[in-house]
C-alpha cells in the first residue's frame, strides 16, 4: 500500500466548500486504485484562527508541516476581517518562500463543455512553468527623496542557479508531453537580464536534442496566447511574465473556477504545495455554488507529483466529461451545486473504472 501523509489547509470562504469534496475526490481515486492510501490533517489556519490567535499560523506551522508528502490548500483570505498582506504574507507566501516552492505551474487547456471567450477557440493544450522565487518580484531597490524629485528604483534579480533550474524543469515536463519548450522573453526591450535569459535558455537547450524550442518576445506570446493558444506545450516564463501568461491562460478556458496550480519545490527537502488559482471567493461564500473543478484539478496536479500520472489523467477525462454532459456550477452557466457536481465525479470515476 502506497500512503501519502498530506496536510490539508482549506483556509477561508470557498476554500472551506470546495476542499472537503475534492478530498472525497481523491478517496474515491484511492478506492478505485486499491493500493493507494492518503492520510488527512487538517490544519485550521485562515483569517478566522488570525482572530482567535493574533496571527495566521502557529509559531512552530513551518515545521509541522514539513513533515507532509504534499500540502493541499484551498484558499486564504477574507478582507473584511483581516487586511490581504497580512493573510497572504502570513502564511500562503510564509510557506512558499519557507520550503523554497521555487517553480509555479499552471495548465491551460480547451475544456470539454465550457465556453471559451475565444470565438473559435483550437483544442489548446499548455503548461506554463513560472519562475517562483525570484526575477523581477524582488524587494531590491528604493526610494529616494519626496515630492516632484521623488524617485524609485526597482531591480529585478536573475541568478542562473534560478534561471537556469525553472528551464530545465520545463525541458523535462516537455519530454513528457509533446516535446516543445517556448520561452518568454523580451531582450529587444530589457537590456541586461532578458539577454541573460536567452543565453541561459541556449545553453540549457543544448543538452535536450530531444526537445523543440522556440522564443517568443512576452508581448507577441501574451497575443498568441489568445489568436493561437495550440502551438504551445510548454512555456517558460520570468515571475513577471509567467504570472500575467498565467491570467490569459485561465481567461481563456473560460472561468477562474476551475484553473489549477501547483507551487513545486525542487530539492527535495521539503513538500510541495498545491493550490487552485482563484481565492476564497467571499461574494458567493456560503451558498454551495462554488465550483469545485479548481480545486479537484489541482489534486490532479498533485496525483501528477506523486507519479500518479495515469490517474491524473483519468480524473480529468471523468471531470470534463461530467462538464460536458451539463453538470455546471453558475459560474460556467449552469445551476448544480458544489457537492451535486463533486458527487458525480464520483460515481462517474466508481463507474468507469
Ligand atoms: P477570487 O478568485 O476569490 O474571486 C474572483 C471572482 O471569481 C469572484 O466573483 C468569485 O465569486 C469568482 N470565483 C472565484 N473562484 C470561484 C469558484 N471556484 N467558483 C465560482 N466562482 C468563483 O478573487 P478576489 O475576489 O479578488 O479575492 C477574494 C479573496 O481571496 C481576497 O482576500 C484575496 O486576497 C484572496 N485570494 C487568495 C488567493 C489564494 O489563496 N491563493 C488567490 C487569489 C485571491
Ligand atoms: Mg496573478
Known amino acids: 500500500m502506497k500512503t501519502y501523509d498530506i496536510a490539508v489547509i482549506p483556509g477561508d470562504g470557498i476554500g472551506k466548500e470546495v476542499v472537503p469534496v475534492s478530498l472525497k475526490v481523491l478517496d474515491t481515486i484511492a478506492e478505485i486504485h486499491g493500493g493507494l492510501k492518503f492520510n488527512y490533517t487538517e ?3 485562515s483569517c478566522d484562527y488570525y482572530l482567535e490567535h493574533g496571527k495566521m499560523m502557529p509559531e512552530d506551522g513551518i515545521q509541522t508541516l514539513s513533515n507532509f508528502n ?3 490548500l484551498g484558499a486564504i483570505g477574507n478582507p473584511n476581517v483581516v487586511a490581504d498582506h497580512i493573510s497572504l504574507w502570513g502564511l500562503l507566501i510564509k ?3 519557507s520550503f523554497e516552492q521555487s517553480i509555479n505551474i499552471r495548465p491551460a487547456k480547451y475544456f470539454k463543455g465550457l465556453r471559451s471567450p475565444l470565438v473559435n477557440p483550437n483544442d489548446f493544450d499548455l503548461i506554463v512553468v513560472r519562475e517562483n522565487s525570484e526575477g523581477e518580484y524582488s524587494e531590491v531597490g ?9 524617485i524609485a528604483i526597482q531591480n529585478a534579480v536573475f541568478t542562473k542557479k534560478g534561471t537556469e533550474r525553472a528551464m530545465k524543469y520545463a525541458f523535462e515536463l516537455a519530454l513528457q508531453r509533446r516535446g516543445h519548450v517556448t520561452s518568454a522573453t523580451k ?3 530589457i537590456f541586461h537580464s532578458m539577454p541573460f535569459w536567452d543565453d541561459v535558455f541556449n545553453e540549457t537547450k543544448q543538452k535536450y536534442s530531444d526537445v523543440q524550442t522556440s522564443s517568443y518576445h512576452i508581448d507577441a506570446l501574451a497575443a498568441f496566447f489568445v489568436t493561437r493558444p495550440e502551438i504551445f506545450d510548454v512555456i517558460v516564463a520570468s515571475n513577471l511574465f509567467g504570472d500575467i501568461l498565467t491570467d490569459i491562460g485561465g481567461a481563456i478556458m473560460g472561468s477562474i473556477g476551475i484553473a489549477p496550480a501547483a507551487n513545486i519545490n525542487l530539492n527535495g527537502k521539503y ?25 479537484i484539478w489541482t489534486a490532479k496536479m498533485m496525483l501528477d507529483h506523486f507519479r500518479e500520472a495515469e490517474l491524473g489523467k483519468k480524473l480529468l477525462d471523468v471531470v470534463e ?18 457537492i451535486e457536481v463533486a458527487d458525480e465525479i ?8
Open 95 to 97: 510557506i512558499r518562500r
Open 321 to 338: 466529461d461530467v462538464t460536458n454532459d451539463g453538470f455546471k456550477t453558475p459560474d460556467i452557466g449552469g445551476k448544480m451545486s458544489t
Open 142 to 150: 528604493g526610494r529616494i527623496h519626496k515630492g516632484e524629485d521623488e
Open 187 to 189: 531582450s529587444n526591450g
Open 70 to 72: 504534499g500540502i493541499f
Open 43 to 45: 490544519f485550521p489556519w
Open 346 to 353: 464520483c460515481s462517474r470515476l466508481q463507474k468507469t473504472y
Open 271 to 295: 513538500p510541495s504545495m498545491f493550490e487552485p488559482v482563484h481565492g476564497s471567493a467571499p461574494d458567493i461564500y456560503g451558498q454551495g455554488i462554488a465550483n469545485p473543478i479548481g480545486q
